[in-house]
Nanobody, 120 residues
Framework: QVQLVESGGGLVQAGGSLRLSCAASGSILRVNDMGWYRQAPGKQRGVVAV???????NYVDSVKGRFTISRTNAKNTVYLEMNSLKPEDTAVYYCNVQAANMAGKWNVHWGQGTQVTVSS
């Protein structure tokens, strides 16, 4: 059983910053890619940023230069530093973790979601 706990969302004015965290815990043998997705009202969930176990990162074009994804492997935790926030960044943000349990079985796990609201 793997649990993901997210924190760090909230309300911020345009131009402001927020930092999201997501910690994975439970019966974890290994963690591969970790990422952040978001879903705005009336829209489908889409990828924001992904980081591999080796530290390679990828971002959706709309957040490049403003958001930074990072991870602490020893804590199975992924972070999303969000700067220069815009109203269009408003969404529920979900962390996503590829993890193998103690039996070596890989699964994709989702956090509960955290609301980020950017006011204009």
């Amino acid at each position: 059983q793997v649990q993901l706990v997210e924190s760090g969302g909230g309300l911020v004015q345009a131009g402001g910053s927020l930092r999201l965290s997501c910690a994975a815990s439970g019966s974890i043998l290994r963690v591969n890619d970790m990422g952040w997705y978001r879903q705005a009202p009336g829209k489908q969930r889409g990828v924001v940023a992904v980081i591999s176990s080796g530290g390679s990162t990828n971002y959706v074009d709309s957040v490049k230069g403003r958001f930074t994804i990072s991870r602490t492997n020893a804590k199975n935790t992924v972070y999303l530093e969000m700067n220069s926030l815009k109203p269009e960044d408003t969404a529920v943000y979900y962390c996503n973790v590829q993890a193998a349990n103690m039996a070596g079985k890989w699964n994709v796990h989702w956090g509960q979601g955290t609301q980020v609201t950017v006011s204009s």
